[in-house]
T-cell receptor, first 114, second 115 residues
Framework: NAGVTQTPKFRILKIGQSMTLQCAQD?????MYWYRQDPGMGLKLIYY???????DKGEVPNGYNVSRSTTEDFPLRLELAAPSQTSVYFC?????????????FGNGTRLTVT | DAKTTQPPSMDCAEGRAANLPCNHS???????VYWYRQIHSQGPQYIIH???NNETNEMASLIITEDRKSSTLILPHATLRDTAVYYC????????????????FGKGTKLSVKP
């Protein structure tokens, strides 16, 4: 298994541009999450999904959108990039085999908005 | 989810045991204690978790006090590759009390393993 795969690894955007951060997992996990991490800080939850067709907001959803059309993929969309969205973005997934299953994280997408 | 308190940084000599403390005095009875680490901006890596009993795996040991208000992560023989930020996180079980399984990260402890 490749685990959680995020693309691209790095991206530079101009203010107002849009882009989609891709996240895919091959572990048949039904729960998936998007986090952002600003320098020197812990991760903050942007959006999450408990299964295909179901998404919900996390702590910092403004400026982002998500979709979950398949179990494997959970893309994160930035419509109008702003400098405040400069961050490292992490995708994670878990399965509900037991109620305490750990999350598995991808290696992140480093985004700079100038 | 309950909050946790960790020292911002610690040093450890290579080959020695690293003992990382965590305070979670407001933990609820069904909340688990999880430990993750993050090596140089990579994705967080799961280490270990527990509820009441002490736990051990190939990476580390987790010691939880009897009153569950604090815990210690032990890396028995720290190496330079263990230099990372270590996060202690308390989380309710999935689907309990509205929990959707997400982890709430603090700033963690930056562990520096020195030769």
């Amino acid at each position: 298994n490749a685990g959680v795969t995020q693309t691209p690894k790095f991206r530079i955007l101009k203010i107002g541009q849009s882009m989609t951060l891709q996240c895919a997992q091959d572990m048949n996990h039904n729960y998936m999450y998007w986090y952002r991490q600003d320098p020197g800080m812990g991760l903050k939850l942007i959006y999450y999904s408990v299964g295909a067709g179901i998404t919900d907001k996390g702590e910092v959803p403004n400026g982002y959108n998500v979709s979950r059309s398949t179990t494997e993929d959970f893309p994160l969309r930035l419509e109008l990039a702003a400098p405040s969205q400069t961050s490292v973005y992490f995708c994670a997934s878990t399965q509900v085999v037991t109620m305490n299953s750990p999350l598995h994280f991808g290696n992140g997408t480093r985004l700079t908005v100038t | 989810d309950a909050k946790t308190t960790q020292p911002p940084s610690m040093d450890c000599a290579e080959g020695r045991a690293a003992n990382l403390p965590c305070n979670h005095s407001t933990i609820s009875g069904n909340e688990y204690v999880y430990w993750y680490r993050q090596i140089h901006s990579q994705g967080p890596q799961y280490i270990i978790h527990g509820l009441k009993n002490n736990e051990t795996n190939e990476m580390a040991s987790l010691i939880i006090t009897e009153d569950r208000k604090s815990s210690t992560l032990i890396l028995p023989h720290a190496t330079l590759r263990d230099t990372a930020v270590y996060y202690c996180i308390v989380r309710a079980p999935l689907n309990y009390g509205g929990s959707q399984g997400n982890l709430i990260f603090g700033k963690g402890t930056k562990l520096s393993v020195k030769p």
